[in-house]
């Protein structure tokens, strides 16, 4: 084997370990940069999620009555701070 043809198969072997490189590097750059932005909120917060989903789903809405509306209401309007301007 002469110099030139071992300087040859140096250069191809070092390009193909570099290729290799570049791939591997932008390969894990990409898992890396996917489970950064993921919106997906199913991850850690799974059980906390799954305990409000079912005690919403538990809950009997009762319709309130008329009595009861206007008595929230003037509780509002009366606890209602007016700025005299």
Known sequence: MTGKEASRRRFLKNTAIGGAAVVATAGLAKKVADLAFEGNPKGSDKQYLGKGDSALSERQYVEMSQAEKN????????????DKA
């Open 71 to 82: 008595s929230q209401v003037k509780m509002f309007v009366d606890s209602y701070k007016h």
